[in-house]
């Protein structure tokens, strides 16, 4: 209750309004029978007795203090109408803004880069918006493939097709078209998918993406990669195990488990009592892939990976709802305040 008076009180405290009607209607928001202040005094009964001086003393307070801003907020226009036609009183006071805090997204794909960035990887970006050669073709989609299907990817146009990227793996060829090996990168970015918004699912979602190229790069080169970006992101006790899989443009293909974090591996909720948490899918790239872009496949191998900048976030600061990154909710963002 005393977090809600504060923070009720910090929003009223920042308010602004650009006209008197616009006062008028924010004062109803706060302060009319079924405002928000007025809520707060009806939920004040539910308060425990021991507590009930100190929050209503609060109560009060806040009462005060916005029935004081408001006054204030009017006399602005009376100020403004009478002494400045032209709407600028540069005597106002200014607007007390709250502090911002990152994004928890910025605060883990930062983190990622970091990590990678400290073993030699540079980071690479690329449209939203891309074609069909750069998001399936060249990376050796069959033209039958589901996820061409209207119902996983969002068309744009068709014919020559246009869409949103389905993953940062577009940027990974246009780098390899560009850039001659070794190639050390990763591609963070948005993506977007046709999935029904849930708990567990959105439309739209953020991708870090990984591209090694060089002479002899082995699956053990990207194991070793992958371990040690688990152990820095999770924690040096965090195992990793890796299962096959299948992506049409690595050859072989796995899906990278991590132990629970939360149960350390023991079985929970959050691991489906399995002791582990699904977090990236990886392989050796698929030579017709490199030699789409040139990349003389017998000279040259390379290991690829992507994650789910959510997916990690989520397990970090154990978050249910993917829901919450998109609604920006003062309520759940400014706990990040003061992280970076
Ligand atoms: N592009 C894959 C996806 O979006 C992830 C991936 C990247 C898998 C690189 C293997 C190698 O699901």
């Not at 977090?3 to 920042?14: F, G, P, T, V």
């Not at 602005?76 to 990152?102: C, H, I, M, Y």
């Not at 992101?233 to 890796?242: A, K, P, Y």
């Amino acid at each position: 209750m005393i977090d809600r008076i504060n923070l009720l009180k910090a929003e009223i405290d920042s308010l602004r309004a650009i006209s008197r009607e616009e006062v008028e209607q924010l004062r109803l928001k706060y302060l009319s029978k079924k405002g928000l202040v007025s809520a707060l005094f009806d939920d004040f009964k539910s308060v425990p007795a021991e507590l009930k001086r100190e929050v209503g003393a609060l109560l009060n307070e806040l009462k005060h203090a916005s029935h004081e801003k408001f006054e204030s907020l009017k006399s602005d226009f009376d100020t403004k109408e009478t002494s400045d036609p032209a709407g600028q009183d540069l005597t106002r006071p200014a607007v007390n803004a709250l502090p911002g805090a990152r994004h928890p997204l910025s605060i883990v794909r930062n983190q990622i880069i970091d990590i990678f960035a400290r073993i030699g990887f540079t980071v690479a970006e690329g449209p939203e918006i891309e074609d069909d050669w750069h998001n399936f073709s060249a990376l050796n989609f069959t033209p039958d493939h589901p996820a061409r299907d209207m119902q996983d990817t969002f068309f744009i146009a068709s014919n020559p097709d246009i869409l949103l990227r389905t993953h940062t793996s577009s940027v990974q060829i246009r780098t390899m078209e560009s850039t001659k090996p070794p190639i050390r990168m990763i591609f963070p970015g948005r993506v977007f998918r046709n999935e029904a918004i849930s708990a567990r699912a959105h439309c739209i979602f953020h991708q870090v993406e990984g591209l090694y190229i060089d002479k002899h790069v082995s699956f053990t080169d990207l194991k070793q990669t992958l371990m040690y970006f688990a152990k820095e992101m999770f924690g040096e006790n965090t195992e990793i195990r890796l299962r096959p899989s299948y992506f049409p443009f690595t050859e072989p293909s796995g899906e990278m488990d991590v132990s629970c974090l939360i149960c350390g591996g023991v079985g929970c909720n959050i691991c489906k009592h399995t002791g582990w948490v699904e977090i990236l899918g990886c392989g050796m790239v698929d030579p017709n892939a490199l030699e789409n872009c040139g990349i003389d496949s017998t000279v040259y191998t390379g290991f690829a990976f992507g994650m789910g900048i959510e997916r990690i976030t989520m397990l970090k600061y154990q978050i249910k709802d993917l829901r919450l990154f998109f609604e920006n909710d003062v309520r759940f963002l400014q706990q990040f305040t003061g992280a970076f």
